[in-house]
Nanobody, 125 residues
Framework: QVRLVESGGGLVQPGGSLRLSCEVS????????MAWFRQAPGKEREFVAG????????FYTDSVKQRFTISRDAPQKTLYLQMNNVKPDDTAVYSC??????????????????WGQGTSVTVSS
């Protein structure tokens, strides 16, 4: 059974940095699209950043471009989200998601079959 476990959330001041991690277990590799989504209080879940199954292409929502970086350590089966210059609007619960092996990347939550429980990020002074 696939399990995704996020970590690294917390309280950070505006302009600060955080690095989120998502450890994958129950699958032998990372050969599937993966993404980070977030859900702020009272809002719908939204796509933040994603990566193709081979790790060669990355995608970002406009509001985090030039500030967030998605990456992965394939041997460690871990996905990361480096968050720099964070803003109060980045406050949300961040979840990682895994798609199907060798499938194309999408921003549609319905195409991801496995999800983590989420890690909370609060940006406040």
């Amino acid at each position: 059974q696939v399990r995704l476990v996020e970590s690294g959330g917390g309280l950070v001041q505006p302009g600060g940095s955080l690095r989120l991690s998502c450890e994958v277990s129950g699958r032998p590799s990372l050969d599937y699209p993966m993404a980070w989504f977030r859900q702020a209080p009272g809002k719908e879940r939204e796509f933040v950043a994603g990566m193709t199954w081979n790790g060669k292409s990355t995608f970002y929502t406009d509001s985090v471009k030039q500030r967030f970086t998605i990456s992965r350590d394939a041997p460690q089966k871990t996905l990361y989200l480096q968050m720099n210059n964070v803003k109060p609007d980045d406050t949300a619960v961040y979840s990682c998601a895994a798609g199907r092996y060798y499938h194309g990347f999408t921003r549609d939550t319905g195409t991801y079959e496995s999800w983590g429980q989420g890690t909370s990020v609060t940006v406040s002074s």
